[in-house]
């Protein structure tokens, strides 16, 4: 059973820009969920979509968005990126997403110079 | 006060005995826990979930859980210099479909 699939593994982007990372959950999970992991705060809830819909969303500015295709992939898009966004960009998916246990991908690492 | 509280570390211990990791929350309310491991580099991986007060036994690990005192631990025995890692508490924020993740305690086990 294929696991949770991320792309791009790595990117570097400059203030400014905008970038969009994606996600693949693992087959039959119809919940994704976003988590931005720092070394000095730890992972931090970005926001959770379960049949396309968000339901919760992190303490973030509105720069960072999300959504969720009809087949359950999920993408994540920050505008206007900030030195401060430089993290590792983790998905994970659940079957529901609530008491259920998370099941992460690999990440995307951002370097915003 | 943070919502998930962890020990920084590193913990410490040598080869083959008990490493205790600890990890306190502020939602009373909370009813799932999970422990998940972290290698350097890589993504964390689940180890052990519990949802009712008591331990919770999967090989050397073991969680404790007492929602009366709002705190869960992780023993891990015979430790193995390839338990080596970061080990993250996370709580299901009930109904919110959002987990709270501690920052993690580093576990170094010296051979």
């Known amino acids: 059973k294929a696991g949770v699939t991320q792309t791009p593994r790595y990117l570097i982007k400059t203030r400014g820009q905008q970038v969009t990372l994606s996600c693949s959950p693992i087959?039959?999970?119809?919940?994704v969920s976003w988590y931005q992991q720092t070394p000095g705060q730890g992972l931090q809830f970005l926001f959770e979509y379960f049949s396309e819909t968000q339901r919760n969303k992190g303490n973030f500015p509105g720069r960072f968005s999300g959504r969720q295709f009809s087949n359950s992939r999920s993408e994540m898009n920050v505008s206007t990126l900030e030195l401060g966004d430089s993290a590792l960009y983790l998905c994970a998916s659940s079957l529901a997403g609530s008491t259920g246990e998370l099941f992460f991908g690999e990440g995307s690492r951002l370097t915003v110079l | 006060q943070k919502e998930v509280e962890q020990n920084s570390g590193p913990l410490s211990v040598p080869e083959g005995a008990i490493a205790s990791l600890n990890c306190t929350y502020s939602?009373?309310?909370?009813?799932?826990f999970f422990w998940y491991r972290q290698y350097s580099g890589k993504s964390p991986e689940l180890i052990m979930s519990?949802?009712?007060?008591g331990d919770k036994e999967d090989g050397r690990f073991t969680a404790q859980l007492n929602k009366a005192s709002q705190y869960v631990s992780l023993l891990i025995r015979d430790s193995q210099p390839s338990d080596s890692a970061t080990y993250l508490c996370?709580?299901?924020?009930?109904?919110?479909?959002?987990?709270?993740f501690g920052t993690g305690t580093r576990l170094k086990v010296l051979a």
């Open positions: 519990i949802y009712s007060n």
């Open positions: 996370a709580v299901d924020t009930s109904g919110t479909y959002k987990y709270i």
């Open positions: 939602d009373r309310v909370s009813q799932s």
């Open positions: 087959s039959g999970h119809r919940s």
